[in-house]
């Protein structure tokens, strides 16, 4: 018996892709030249699968605060911050995100993975109950597997289905967690959280949600999803990463909460892992300053989204429930979804493929990211490279409905 | 008369069949992995309509150590005494 025999199912499965002719989980770029081009087979392609939401990975002025500060500080912190100390650029960051949220504590990490494996393992312990939303992301299941709570998941986006749940542990002792997400990342649907904090609040539990998806997208200060429904004062904790709309590599955590510095010696994914590089932390401060002073950025987003939304959803593609920077299509069957997959790859679109159980409802999807730096004429391409492939791979049975406008 | 484990044997399959759409034949030996074809989605799909027909939390903690149909029905059986 070989130590991998347990993994041989999904390695059949696995291989079983690649005989169709496709690798979707090892996509290889000679080049990436923009937020939205990149070179695949020695083709132009359009990048439509990178949570780039602003194209904030090229702009000039993260580009310049990051090599500045390689230079100035050097390539790495060659250790954590227990060990080895905080630079300024960590403590500056932390304050500009506390401040970003409005909230008196913030803490980073080294990647938006490990906030959520630190913050999920640490907030409750044993003898407290974890509920999470059923579509949560991998990182708040492993987190909730790291730490010693009762965890309990509810039906997705279903105020009512958490309440029915949270009521069943009525005359338990413990603290009830409630975690959710901003946008889910598959289908870019968005939570309930209005419905969840009045749950919240009945219950007396506390409410978590990550904004990973919706930092930068959503709201007014591009707060995300807590801002945009006007419920920031129910949030007890906000999660989130700079590696999706800030453009660089990190998470982080946000909190009004009481002696919450005391995570810094007691969240072991925090503890015991180096810290952020400058230039990353230096390109995600400019990244954030960039966000407050340009809000025409989220405004393009929004309405890039709609384009290819409304585009796709004219053609009788089945889209998800409402226009969000995510737009996926849902496909009737594997094989059909990574033969489309791989002529869309060829048409010169690379966006995401998605396969159960990493779906929500068992059925695969092609997951689109939109960009504030995709181009009108890139968006338009991308949707008469669907059109064909629709087409050619029989995806829509009704007689097509273009939108004449 | 069916004692109480097979009972919930026979509602875990039935459950089971509800969500995976198709029929599954289960007995308390059944493997839900290798037997029954449920990957870990879908195992805890099938706890949350358990939750729902006995009326009970079943933390997902407490499925590492479920390898069987036995196993989860014994779970069961322990939540449901407790509460």
Known sequence: ?405 | MESVTDLTVRQIGRTAGIVMQRPVEVTAASDIGRDLGVDSLTLMNIVMELEDVFELSIPLDRLADVETVGDLAALINELRARA
């Open chain 1, 1 to 405: 018996m070989g130590l991998l025999d347990k993994h041989k199912d999904y390695s059949q499965r696995y291989q079983a892709i690649r005989d169709a002719g496709a690798d979707p989980f090892n996509v290889r770029f000679e080049a990436v030249i923009s937020p939205t081009e990149g070179v695949v087979n020695g083709r132009p392609t359009v990048l439509l699968g990178t949570n780039n939401y602003l194209g904030l990975t090229f702009d000039e002025s993260c580009i310049e605060a990051s090599s500045a500060a390689v230079h100035a500080h050097g390539t790495g912190t060659t250790g954590s911050r227990i060990a080895n100390g905080s630079f300024g650029g960590h403590l500056e960051l932390e304050s500009a995100i506390a401040k970003f949220y409005g909230r008196q504590h913030a803490m980073t990490f080294t990647t938006g993975y490990q906030a959520n494996l630190g913050i999920m393992s640490t907030l409750v312990g044993r003898g407290d109950h974890l509920f999470l939303d059923a579509d949560s992301h991998a990182s708040l299941y492993d987190g909730a597997r790291l730490g010693h709570a009762e965890v309990i998941r509810f039906r997705h986006n279903d105020p009512e289905d958490l309440y029915k749940r949270l009521k069943r542990l009525k005359g338990q002792p413990g603290n009830r967690l409630i975690v959710t997400e901003g946008i889910y990342s598959m289908l870019g649907d968005a939570a309930p959280l209005k419905e969840f904090a009045e749950v919240k609040r009945e219950m007396g539990a506390y409410l978590l949600v990550d904004e990973a998806h919706s930092l930068g997208v959503l709201g007014e200060k591009g707060r995300g999803l807590a801002e945009a429904q006007g419920v920031e004062a129910d949030v007890d904790v906000i999660v989130g990463t700079f590696s999706k709309s800030l453009g660089a590599i990190g998470g982080f955590c946000v909190s009004d909460m009481d002696d919450f510095e005391v995570m810094r010696v007691v969240c072991r994914p925090y503890m015991f892992t180096a810290s952020l590089p400058p230039s990353v932390v230096a390109s995600t401060l400019q990244a954030l300053k960039v966000i407050e002073q340009q809000p025409g950025l989220r405004h393009k987003l929004t309405s890039n989204a709609q384009r290819l939304y409304d585009g796709l959803k004219a053609m009788g593609l089945q889209v998800g429930p409402e226009c969000s920077p995510i737009v996926a299509v849902t496909i009737p069957d594997q094989p059909r979804a990574i033969a489309v997959w791989k002529a869309l790859l060829e048409k010169g679109v690379y966006l995401n493929l998605a396969l159960p159980p990493a779906t929500p409802d068992a059925r695969p999807l092609l997951r689109s990211s939109i960009s504030a730096a995709h181009t009108e004429a890139q968006l338009d391409r991308v949707i008469a490279a669907f059109a064909e492939v629709s087409e050619e791979f029989g995806l829509v049975n009704e007689p097509l409905q273009r939108a004449t406008a």
